[in-house]
């Protein structure tokens, strides 16, 4: 999809719109307002800061020692406790979360996460040790999937990337949609993941995940998320969001109205549902209850290892709705809001050309 390219007229750099938004912002100083108009207005703070912190974290400002937010200094304080040493050009963070002892207790997530694991090592060739794992079943208490643990593990995963590098950010558990306090949502709302401690930390907005590991990828890195979770198709806020038909054409649809890109790298999501939409686990494969989501994407990697992005969400979506299909043992899918996983990308590609590559 096309864009538009113009310079901001408070600081002279360059500027984006993508095509159907009424809007422009700056990077650098934050500026935004209607494109081709005089500059109006701010960025509002939280949107504003979180770009901040990824830029002056990741030298892309002018002042090169400027140091990290606070905050930022915490998580990457965090980071160099809980992680694995072993920095290989493949790592991966996989987070799952079962809120023990909550009413909605989901009893997939560790399953989720540990056949994620074995797909990755045993299929995907990523090392055990550069693979980070967080869920409630871990010995160690700072791998529990709390609010910090999870931002100092999105730290860990994308600090010292280099050109190259595949990296993997998968989650199981729960989210949620809040209401956008910042203005840069179509639809008005903030999708959230719900870390293990989300009612006394607060959740993890789809705005700071985008600034953790989006914002600050370099040229030739390359980031895939698996997000097994309800209302998941914008939770990493990225710029284009894919729609097929059920006869399995596409097309991109721009679905920001301020712009998120990347310091030259590219991310791509792979996600549950619409941000509509709920998603499930099921019995309905196995036998033991697994994310549908989760079990499509496994199952369409391992059939066929070399696959386009295009073969990939149609197979994914073929499974998942053969399973809604499975009267009696998808209890979640009894609804009338089926469940379609979802592709979303910073870049616009021709899907049934492009081969996954992780």
Not at 120 to 149: C, H, Y
């Amino acid at each position: 999809m096309a864009t538009t390219t113009q310079h901001c007229k408070t600081c002279g750099r360059a500027l984006k719109k993508i095509s159907v938004s009424e809007y422009e912002t700056c990077r650098v100083c934050k500026a935004v307002g209607l494109f081709g108009q005089k500059i109006k207005a701010r960025l509002p703070p939280r949107v504003g800061q979180l770009v901040d912190a990824a830029a002056q974290y990741y030298g892309d400002t002018k002042n090169k020692n400027a140091p990290a937010p606070q905050s930022w200094q915490l998580a990457r304080s965090r980071a160099r406790q809980l992680l694995p040493q072993v920095r290989g050009r493949k790592r991966a963070v996989l987070c799952g979360v079962t809120y023990n002892g909550h009413r909605k207790k989901l009893e997939a997530s560790v399953h989720n996460v540990r056949s994620m694991q074995r797909l990755l090592v045993n299929k995907l060739d990523f090392p055990n040790d550069s693979i980070l794992i967080l869920t409630e079943e871990e010995s160690d208490r700072s791998k529990f999937p709390t609010k910090r643990n999870i931002q100092g593990a999105l730290q860990w995963l994308v600090q010292g990337c280099k050109s190259g590098d595949s990296l993997i950010f998968y989650y199981s558990g729960h989210a949620c949609q809040v209401p956008d306090e910042d203005g840069d949502e179509i639809d008005g709302y903030d999708e959230a993941l719900c870390p293990l401690d989300y009612r006394v930390a607060g959740v993890l907005l789809d705005d700071e995940i985008n600034a953790t590991i989006v914002a600050p990828l370099p040229q030739g890195v390359t980031l895939h998320s698996v997000i097994d979770t309800c209302f998941s198709a914008t939770l990493l806020d990225l710029p284009f969001l894919c729609t097929m038909n059920q006869d399995g054409l596409y097309k991109w649809e721009a679905h920001q109205l301020i712009y998120k890109g990347t310091r030259g790298g590219k991310a791509v999501c792979i996600s549950a549902c619409a941000d509509n939409q709920n998603s499930a686990d099921t019995s309905a494969f196995t036998g033991n209850a697994i994310g549908a989501m989760t079990f499509s994407f496994i199952n369409a990697i391992e059939t066929e290892r070399k696959q386009t992005y295009g073969g990939l969400l149609s197979s994914m979506r073929k499974v998942v709705n053969q399973a809604q299909q499975v009267v009696g043992r998808f209890v979640p899918f009894a609804s009338s809001m089926s469940q379609e996983p979802q592709l979303s990308s910073t870049t616009t590609f021709e899907i049934y050309s492009e081969n996954v590559t992780f």
